[in-house]
């Protein structure tokens, strides 16, 4: 048993980077960020720690040496039309979409940087015949591989290769008619059937709710359904202006009232109903709000925008991007150029720049974990990504309490 | 560390423990779990519920579990600009 314990725990890959390194365990599935002392111990030694002492445990003070995950819109490609896609998918997809081959040689270029996960959504993947090779190739370079699939195409081919992936979601967004009122078609019966039938087969199944006006009053149902389903894991997204759903924003997005009391409300829900709950980077102002303790959150590696830091993500034709609902990277790299583009100076424009914030983020004690908060919805309301989250309670607060500075929102 | 009279045993004993820690290193942070999004990073905040104790309690777990064996496959990324 104690040699079967030791070989769970073995950690599976160790990154060296400038506060120590990150390791992965597999059992309990963590990242683990370690200074130089613990590093130097799992035999990890960087030359690039000499002449810096100041960057020994220095977590956030820069850039990590590559993204920890990436998410790869494999494709673009869904017959659903929801109102809100924030990729604006289409039965079509998009021109110049890549296959396997060049999926499958961006993933080794991935793994040679040392990346950790990858997140693989679209349009639709599930309907993608070749998304198990595509899997089995990131778990042949050791990295793991996890999906979002919205349960309404796809099913059969998804659920033999289930077991390639460390987690799969099924996007539920309402239950019964607040799905449909969310989504603006009908498709709860079909992804509750794929929930139920990918439970039978894998205990890693979760569901992504997009909270959004009409279904917050329903998260409680929805966190009781995911227990009910005997689910892993609920996570918990804040609707973007991205894709289609750039129009449906105003429509859609929480008004400032549920803002304040989601993390309220989603702690309440997630220990009444006993399940682990995960939020986006984008709920992070909402979370501080509520002036948490800041070493737990540390602790918990719990950041705002890490897009173009923690993650990248990649369009259906191989574009580089900070986030999913960010706008192509300066340059127009692709996935496969990350290693030359990172480490440029202006690498991902204004993702990186956070540190120069305005007020009220300047002074604001989370600002470090933070970030500003979500720099797609900056740049959809404010017209500049640089600007702090408009829908952040504290810079609401601030700007309240300066009338004559309000901004008008710019639609773009 | 030079003992001196005037340090209270608690001193002497959180400076010891403090040394021990700097040779030993420490898990600045862990990330549980997996996230399949493929639109943003989510972050397991359950720990949230129960606060910083629990977190103390689980940390160590994570930091022996880590030194039980050393792991397979080391990678250098080349370190970013400041």
């Given at each position: 048993?104690?040699?079967?314990?030791?070989?769970?725990?073995?950690?599976?890959?160790?990154?060296?980077?400038?506060?120590?390194?990150?390791?992965?365990?597999?059992?309990?599935?963590?990242?683990?960020?370690?200074?130089?002392?613990?590093?130097?111990?799992?035999?990890?030694?960087?030359?690039?720690?000499?002449?810096?002492?100041?960057?020994?445990?220095?977590?956030?003070?820069?850039?990590?040496?590559?993204?920890?995950?990436?998410?790869?819109?494999?494709?673009?490609?869904?017959?659903?039309?929801?109102?809100?896609?924030?990729?604006?998918?289409?039965?079509?997809?998009?021109?110049?979409?890549?296959?396997?081959?060049?999926?499958?040689?961006?993933?080794?270029?991935?793994?040679?940087?040392?990346?950790?996960?990858?997140?693989?959504?679209?349009?639709?993947?599930?309907?993608?015949?070749?998304?198990?090779?595509?899997?089995?190739?990131?778990?042949?370079?050791?990295?793991?591989?996890?999906?979002?699939?919205?349960?309404?195409?796809?099913?059969?081919?998804?659920?033999?290769?289930?077991?390639?992936?460390?987690?799969?979601?099924?996007?539920?967004?309402?239950?019964?008619?607040?799905?449909?009122?969310?989504?603006?078609?009908?498709?709860?019966?079909?992804?509750?059937?794929?929930v139920r039938a990918?439970?039978?087969?894998?205990?890693?199944?979760?569901?992504?709710?997009?909270?959004?006006r009409s279904n917050?009053?329903?998260?409680?149902?929805?966190?009781?359904?995911?227990?009910?389903?005997?689910?892993?894991?609920?996570?918990?997204?804040?609707?973007?202006?991205?894709?289609?759903?750039?129009?449906?924003?105003?429509?859609?997005?929480?008004?400032?009232?549920?803002?304040?009391?989601?993390?309220?409300?989603?702690?309440?829900?997630?220990?009444?109903?006993?399940?682990?709950?995960?939020?986006?980077?984008?709920?992070?102002?909402?979370?501080?709000?509520?002036?948490?303790?800041?070493?737990?959150?540390?602790?918990?590696?719990?950041?705002?925008?890490?897009?173009?830091?923690?993650?990248?993500?990649?369009?259906?034709?191989?574009?580089?991007?900070?986030?999913?609902?960010?706008?192509?990277?300066?340059?127009?790299?692709?996935?496969?150029?990350?290693?030359?583009?990172?480490?440029?100076?202006?690498?991902?424009?204004?993702?990186?720049?956070?540190?120069?914030?305005?007020?009220?983020?300047?002074?604001?004690?989370?600002?470090?974990?933070?970030?500003?908060?979500?720099?797609?919805?900056?740049?959809?309301?404010?017209?500049?990504?640089?600007?702090?989250?408009?829908?952040?309670?504290?810079?609401?607060?601030?700007?309240?309490?300066?009338?004559?500075?309000?901004?008008?929102?710019?639609?773009? | 560390?030079?003992?001196?009279?005037?340090?209270?045993?608690?001193?002497?004993?959180?400076?010891?423990?403090?040394?021990?820690?700097?040779?030993?290193?420490?898990?600045?942070?862990?990330?549980?779990?997996?996230?399949?999004?493929?639109?943003?990073?989510?972050?397991?905040?359950?720990?949230?519920?129960?606060?910083?104790?629990?977190?103390?309690?689980?940390?160590?777990?994570?930091?022996?579990?880590?030194?039980?064996?050393?792991?397979?496959?080391?990678?250098?990324?080349?370190?970013?600009k400041e």
């Amino acid at each position: 048993m104690w040699k079967r314990l030791r070989r769970r725990s073995e950690p599976r890959r160790i990154r060296a980077e400038r506060f120590g390194a990150i390791a992965e365990l597999d059992r309990p599935r963590a990242l683990l960020f370690v200074d130089r002392a613990m590093a130097r111990r799992l035999g990890v030694d960087s030359p690039a720690w000499r002449g810096d002492p100041a960057g020994d445990g220095d977590l956030g003070g820069a850039p990590l040496g590559a993204p920890i995950e990436a998410h790869l819109q494999l494709t673009n490609r869904c017959d659903a039309g929801c109102q809100g896609c924030y990729t604006g998918a289409t039965p079509a997809g998009s021109p110049g979409e890549w296959g396997p081959e060049e999926w499958k040689r961006a993933i080794d270029h991935l793994a040679e940087r040392g990346v950790f996960h990858l997140a693989l959504g679209g349009g639709e993947s599930a309907t993608l015949p070749w998304l198990g090779e595509v899997a089995a190739h990131a778990r042949a370079r050791g990295v793991v591989p996890n999906l979002t699939t919205s349960g309404l195409a796809g099913l059969e081919r998804l659920l033999p290769i289930a077991d390639l992936f460390g987690q799969i979601n099924v996007s539920i967004d309402g239950l019964g008619p607040t799905y449909a009122a969310v989504r603006g078609m009908d498709g709860f019966a079909r992804a509750d059937r794929a929930v139920r039938a990918l439970r039978r087969r894998k205990r890693e199944i979760g569901i992504n709710v997009v909270v959004t006006r009409s279904n917050f009053s329903e998260l409680d149902e929805i966190i009781a359904y995911a227990r009910r389903r005997r689910l892993n894991e609920v996570e918990l997204l804040r609707f973007k202006p991205a894709g289609r759903g750039t129009a449906a924003y105003a429509q859609l997005a929480c008004s400032d009232a549920q803002h304040r009391a989601f993390w309220p409300l989603v702690s309440a829900a997630a220990r009444r109903h006993r399940i682990r709950v995960r939020i986006d980077c984008s709920y992070t102002p909402m979370l501080v709000h509520h002036r948490p303790d800041r070493r737990v959150l540390e602790q918990l590696a719990v950041y705002g925008c890490i897009a173009g830091d923690f993650l990248v993500g990649a369009r259906a034709g191989g574009q580089l991007a900070a986030c999913s609902f960010a706008p192509g990277a300066p340059g127009r790299p692709r996935l496969d150029q990350l290693g030359a583009y990172w480490g440029q100076e202006d690498a991902f424009g204004p993702f990186r720049a956070w540190r120069e914030a305005d007020e009220p983020c300047a002074s604001c004690e989370y600002h470090s974990l933070c970030r500003g908060g979500c720099k797609a919805v900056s740049l959809h309301l404010e017209g500049d990504a640089r600007r702090p989250d408009p829908e952040c309670p504290r810079v609401i607060e601030h700007r309240r309490s300066r009338p004559g500075r309000i901004r008008l929102p710019v639609a773009i | 560390m030079q003992y001196s009279p005037r340090m209270s045993r608690h001193h002497v004993l959180d400076r010891l423990s403090a040394r021990r820690r700097r040779r030993r290193g420490r898990v600045i942070a862990t990330r549980f779990g997996l996230n399949p999004n493929s639109s943003s990073l989510g972050v397991d905040v359950t720990f949230l519920l129960y606060g910083a104790a629990a977190l103390s309690l689980v940390t160590p777990v994570m930091a022996a579990l880590l030194r039980l064996r050393r792991p397979t496959t080391h990678v250098e990324a080349p370190a970013p600009k400041e």
